[in-house]
């Protein structure tokens, strides 16, 4: 009895003493500006944040498939900067890469759509012309040209692994989005149960992006 209490006794200055890395107070909610909506971040998972749009929302397309439209590690949507180099096109417009169903019966397929500075919403179509189940897309632009990366996952190979694919709109070449390049492996995983460095399962299935200077 007497170890327990010393033990007890012992336990509650050291819990004094790191109580803040047992209990953390909620950050202060920032607000995030945007030129069409505002953020307020908040840190409880349970509340909704506060968001104001200066335009009323518009449908861009109706899916049947309505889980996560994007991918797990990035947005599915980027801002373009004003203009796109090295032909000085007008740009300054949105894009955005996600997944679409048309019906049950119909692949999951990696979509784009494009928003034009004026509002205006082009219809969406898909990114690549491979009649290939598609998921989780990541997007990323080049500040230079302009040009969208987007890159996501499926099986294009007879191992039937999850490879990971990518395809950029040259926005560059004719001024405005639609000219894609042909889908093209950037990750090629192993065929599925092939160890990697010991390790089962070791494959790279969520894209995510990044465009360098």
């Given at each position: 009895m007497r170890q327990k209490i010393i033990l007890l006794l012992l336990f509650i200055p050291i819990y004094l003493l790191t109580a803040s890395d047992f209990q953390q107070n909620s950050r202060i909610a920032k607000e995030i500006n945007h030129r069409h909506f505002r953020i307020n971040e908040n840190n409880f998972r349970d509340n909704k944040p506060e968001i104001t749009f200066?335009?009323?929302?518009?449908?861009?397309?109706?899916?049947?498939?309505?889980?996560?439209?994007?991918?797990?590690?990035?947005?599915?949507?980027?801002?373009?900067?004003?203009?796109?180099?090295?032909?000085?096109?007008?740009?300054?417009?949105?894009?955005?890469?996600?997944?679409?169903?048309q019906n049950a019966s119909s692949l999951r397929r990696i979509y784009y759509s494009y928003i034009h500075s004026d509002g205006t919403i082009q219809t969406p179509t898909s990114v690549s012309s491979n009649s290939v189940r598609e998921g989780f897309?990541?997007?990323?632009?080049?500040?230079?040209?302009a040009n969208p990366f987007v890159a996501w996952h499926s099986i294009v190979e007879p191992d039937q692994s999850?490879?990971?694919?990518?395809?950029?709109?040259m926005y560059n070449v004719i001024g405005?989005?639609?000219?894609?390049?042909?889908?093209?492996?950037?990750?090629?995983?192993?065929?599925?149960?092939?160890?990697?460095?010991?390790?089962?399962?070791?494959?790279?299935?969520?894209?995510?992006l990044r465009v360098g200077p």
């Open positions: 200066e335009i009323t929302p518009q449908q861009i397309i109706n899916s049947l498939y309505d889980y996560m439209q994007g991918g797990y590690n990035i947005p599915p949507l980027i801002l373009q900067p004003a203009n796109s180099e090295p032909y000085s096109y007008p740009a300054d417009g949105i894009y955005l890469a996600f997944m679409f169903q897309a990541g997007i990323a632009l080049d500040p230079v040209t999850y490879d990971n694919s990518f395809s950029f709109d405005g989005p639609g000219l894609w390049t042909q889908a093209q492996i950037c990750v090629d995983n192993p065929e599925i149960g092939l160890e990697i460095a010991g390790i089962s399962g070791n494959e790279y299935v969520w894209p995510e």
